[in-house]
């Protein structure tokens, strides 16, 4: 189909994601539960197949140039190796390659490129199953999640993206002609056209916790301004961004694209090749989601680019009184367990007045309030089959190390335990460790403990507690806070509190909705107003500086009357 045809093909659902993201009410094209019905019945097997017959085999994508070794390593913290080995590059020829392509690319207009980004993001959803496996062993998510996380979850982010760059691309007509009176001589009348152009090669460097959720906005941004990407994924979790890589290349070929305007770079953690790619004066655009060392590095030093970073922080919650303490502990549960913490979003510091705080009609000390949330942690995961579920695997073994070394941080409320997974033996499985700290000891509280490690803080009052996390925030940056409390002048408080601070704030969440969760096109992933991140996802900035928009102008011919 023509660019045209996939831009009428998908305009209805192009047009509600941009009217959700004004309205920011719920809504998904992607449907988020592995449901027979809404992928059909042998989907889930297909996948599955699928997955397991990329598993040690060299992963082909035809047309792209290529060095002549190979690269690989993936190994599933559920335990087994993958065995996929990836083309070695050639980077200044996949550059070449990326610019070379992007000329038709410029000409398919904001409508043709929007449609052939959303028959990829169709196309995803239509892998969601394949995709899944490849997120949960890579990135040592449990099923459920790398399905919904890394599957419609990401698409949606994706296909949010797509929206804003198409609506701030449309925002002026592509045409006009311009006429000014000049009295009793003819009018000075011009033809003057206006066409988006790219900035050049986009970098899109992929994490290993989620390289689809965090990689789709970059990716789907930059590909609908105009842009070729480059993708660069993380060295232990390349699988599910070369899938989409693929699932891209096949996209535009079809349409009648180079497929070159996206390629996958793989490298190996012993020989990265990420800082010399960023540098290179081609890339014109970097996203990036990992360390503050390194997005700090990218930002001080990538001059050559447009650098959108979302980094470490330290995200916290303030308890100060609650209307229903069984709930707030069951939702902190949960927060705190989901993917053993291993997400940006994932509360660590928990602030409690030292004199406690007002639950319901009694009173609950601090102590209380600890051994409350250290049993409900322990009862929510007390069933193992449940809790590989939530928990799913570590990830690293710098984030094992990490929480290894943490127990000697503080008093233990709660000690990290293993928990045998029953389908794989070698599964590293931790539950979270809760420590008892002063609010003295910023030094240990202060700063991103990445992982399943939270951390209950001794503090004077709820205004200090506020203060305290306020200016975490300015000082550390947060891509979340959460409050409890029942009275609405601490709430209102809080509220301006972390506007000025520059982070999202939920309030008194004790139900379905968890402060570790974003839905698209309605909570914005970050702000770019704190050290976390400089951008948010997504929002027009995240779109509008991928694209200028380059005039031209004729004067109108004079009509033979006139003349």
């Not at 002026?172 to 003819?186: D, I, M, S, Y």
């Not at 990716?219 to 070369?242: C, D, E, M, R, Y």
């Not at 948010?536 to 200028?548: E, K, S, T």
Request: charged share 20%.
């Amino acid at each position: 189909m023509t660019p045209q045809e996939l831009f009428e093909r998908h305009r209805a659902t192009l047009e509600q994601a941009v009217a959700t993201a004004r309205s920011r009410g719920y809504w998904s094209p992607f449907p988020e539960m592995p449901s027979p019905r809404a992928y059909g019945e042998t989907a889930a097997a297909d996948g599955e197949v699928a997955y397991k017959a990329r598993l040690d085999a060299p992963f082909a994508l035809p047309g792209q140039p290529a060095g002549k070794g190979a690269v690989g390593g993936e190994r599933s913290p559920f335990g087994p190796v993958l065995g996929v080995t990836y083309p070695e590059v050639d980077i200044d020829a996949v550059l070449a390659a990326a610019k070379a392509a992007m000329p038709a690319w410029r000409k398919a207009g904001p409508d043709g490129r929007a449609g052939v980004c959303l028959e990829i993001l169709t196309r995803l959803n239509r892998r969601s199953f394949e995709i899944a496996h490849a997120v949960m062993h890579t990135t040592g998510q449990a099923f459920m999640m790398a399905f919904q996380a890394g599957g419609p979850h990401a698409q949606d982010r994706g296909l949010e993206a797509v929206a804003y760059g198409w609506k701030a691309m449309t925002d002026q007509v592509p045409a006009a002609r311009w006429e000014k009176p000049q009295g009793k001589n003819l009018p000075l009348v011009m033809d003057k056209r206006f066409e988006v152009a790219g900035r050049g090669v986009a970098l899109m460097i992929g994490c290993a916790t989620f390289p689809t959720w965090n990689g789709y906005p970059g990716l789907f941004a930059s590909l609908v301004t105009g842009n070729a990407v480059v993708v660069k994924p993380h060295p232990a979790a390349i699988l599910p961004l070369a899938i989409t890589v693929e699932i891209a290349r096949d996209v535009l070929r079809e349409a009648g694209f180079d497929p070159n305007l996206v390629t996958l770079v793989a490298d190996r953690a012993e020989a990265p090749v990420t800082k010399d790619l960023a540098l290179r004066p081609e890339i014109a655009l970097i996203d990036f989601t990992g360390s503050s060392e390194f997005g700090n590095w990218l930002e001080e030093n990538a001059r050559n680019a447009q650098v959108f970073t979302e980094k470490a922080g330290v995200n916290t919650v303030i308890i100060d009184s609650t209307d229903d303490p069984k709930g707030m502990v069951r939702n902190l549960a949960f927060s705190l367990s989901l993917y053993s913490g291993q997400m940006c979003t994932t509360p660590q510091v928990i602030f409690v007045p030292k004199d406690g705080i007002q639950a319901g009609a009694a009173r609950m000390s601090f102590d209380e309030v600890a051994q409350a949330l250290a049993g409900g942690v322990d009862k929510f995961l007390s069933d193992p089959e449940r809790a590989v579920e939530v928990l799913g695997a570590i990830q690293s073994d710098a984030t094992l190390k990490r929480l290894e070394d943490a127990a000697s941080l503080g008093p233990v409320a709660l000690a990290s335990k293993a928990i045998a997974h029953p389908a794989y033996p070698e599964a590293r499985v931790r539950t979270p460790l809760l420590l008892v700290l002063d609010a003295k000891d910023e030094a240990v509280y202060g700063r991103e403990l990445f992982g399943p490690i939270a951390m209950l803080v001794k503090v004077d009052s709820t205004a200090d507690a506020l203060a305290r996390a306020a200016a975490l925030v300015k000082g550390k940056g947060a891509l979340t806070a959460a409050l409890y409390s029942s009275d609405p002048a601490v709430i209102a408080a809080a509220e301006d509190a972390f506007v000025d601070a520059g982070v999202a704030l939920s309030v008194n969440l004790t139900g379905g909705v968890f402060v570790n969760q974003s839905a698209a096109f309605s909570d914005f992933h970050g702000t770019g107003a704190n050290p976390a991140c400089n951008a948010a996802l997504c929002d027009l900035a995240f779109v509008a500086n991928r694209f200028r928009v380059v005039q031209s102008r004729v004067p109108a011919p004079v009509p033979a009357a006139a003349a």
